[in-house]
């Protein structure tokens, strides 16, 4: 039996175990540099940087989602699921789409224009389910990171 709830600062040691859990499943565990502390400090501190869901099948962890507000200066308010992540062992049982459908649900509550999200290109069986609901593939815009050095080197230049 599925059950999905939001997270607590009890489970942030639990979303500190998934979130490297979907780092090695995405093949970039040493990018991985938030400790646990820091999930406590920046998601349920007095103003919380995201909102997680803990899905749980028979009782154990079987994924989770994280999301954070954004806005959008062409339609408004909007949700950015940075994480869906279901355990392989959990896989094949409809609990990623649920967990999707409960991100929704925070939406439409909340009145947000969307929720937005990425997949890598080789995530075959996500892009599949993610169109099977409809979602739209924004093909014409490419993510951007600036981070590490070039961060710090950029925030250090002058005008």
Known sequence: ???IRPATVADAGLLCALIRKLAEFEHEL????????DL????????????????EWEG?????????????????PGLFLEDLF????FRGRGIGKELLAAV????????RYGVHWEV??????????????GAKFRDQW????????ALHRLAGKTT
């Open 120 to 133: 890598l290109d080789w995530n075959e069986k996500a892009i599949e389910m993610y169109k099977l609901l």
């Open 86 to 89: 279901v355990r392989e062992q």
């Open 1 to 3: 039996m599925l059950s």
């Open 104 to 111: 929704a649900r925070i939406a439409v509550q909340e009145n």
């Open 60 to 76: 154990q962890a079987a994924g989770y989602a994280l999301i954070f507000d954004y806005y959008s200066t062409w339609a408004g």
């Open 40 to 55: 406590v400090r920046d998601g349920f501190g007095a103003n919380p940087k995201f909102r997680a869901l803990i899905a």
């Open 30 to 37: 040493d990018l991985v540099k938030i400790q646990e502390e």
């Open 142 to 149: 490419r993510p951007l990171l600036l981070r590490d050095e």
